[in-house]
């Protein structure tokens, strides 16, 4: 579970409680924190955006910076943005990397 005032692996509670008696063999369940819940975003669609400006978002938002792949644009204007990892759409914390393919 997540609890913010109670560190990440600390054991908040467990069944049979702690001192009581128990068998050899029993099974023991313990509820174990997670800390504080990680904040997660929506990640936008950065597609058609110069790479410039979506690395700056990037930079600005606190993200990491991924990979940025060269690719066949199809159609799509030289340096603008036509593919990314995590996709549009899907949750997004600090820890991500975003990822981007660019229009050669």
Request: proline share 8%; with cysteine.
């Amino acid at each position: 579970m997540h609890d913010a005032s109670a560190d990440a692996g600390r054991v908040m509670d467990q069944f049979p409680a702690q001192g009581a008696l128990a068998t050899s063999g029993e099974r023991v369940d313990r509820l174990v924190s997670e800390g504080a819940r990680t904040p997660r975003w929506v990640m936008p669609d950065l597609r058609g955006r110069p790479l410039r400006v979506a690395q700056e978002w990037i930079t600005l938002c606190g993200f990491r910076a991924g990979a940025v792949q060269r690719v066949r644009g199809d159609g799509a204007a030289p340096g603008t943005i036509v593919g990314q990892r995590p996709l549009p759409g899907w949750p997004v914390d600090k820890r991500d990397a975003v990822e981007l393919s660019v229009a050669e």
